[in-house]
């Protein structure tokens, strides 16, 4: 399959925001590439994941987003209830199989 089915983002599919993470200026201050309008299923779960250091934290939330789409960890997402954080991101490409490929992104 070559993504999430467009009747499965119309019926589960909710508006939200992706600020990308670029990276930290020279004055410290965090900076972010143009913000990214998606619509993205989102799973309210609370479950443990690893961070990119390795550390096992807690994710709140989970978003399913097309492949492709720009959202490093430390992003800024801002979902219908609350603006979060990228703990981090897993590459699903189903390839030939009968499964959407997507990002699956873990948020705080």
């Known amino acids: 399959m070559a993504g999430i089915p467009p009747f499965l983002l119309a019926q589960m599919g909710k ?18 590439r143009p913000d990214l309008a998606v619509t993205a299923i989102v799973d309210d779960r609370r479950r443990y994941v690893r961070s990119a250091t390795g550390e096992q934290v807690v994710s709140e ?23 979060t954080t990228v ?18 992104v873990a948020l705080q």
């Open 15 to 32: 508006p939200v925001t992706i600020k990308p993470y670029a990276g930290v200026t020279g004055s410290g201050a965090t900076s972010y």
């Open 61 to 83: 939330t989970t978003i399913m987003v097309p492949l492709g789409t720009d959202c490093p960890p430390k992003s800024q997402v801002v979902l219908p209830t609350r603006t």
């Open 87 to 104: 703990i981090t991101v897993a590459a699903i490409d189903g390839g030939a199989l009968p499964v959407p490929s997507h990002l699956e």
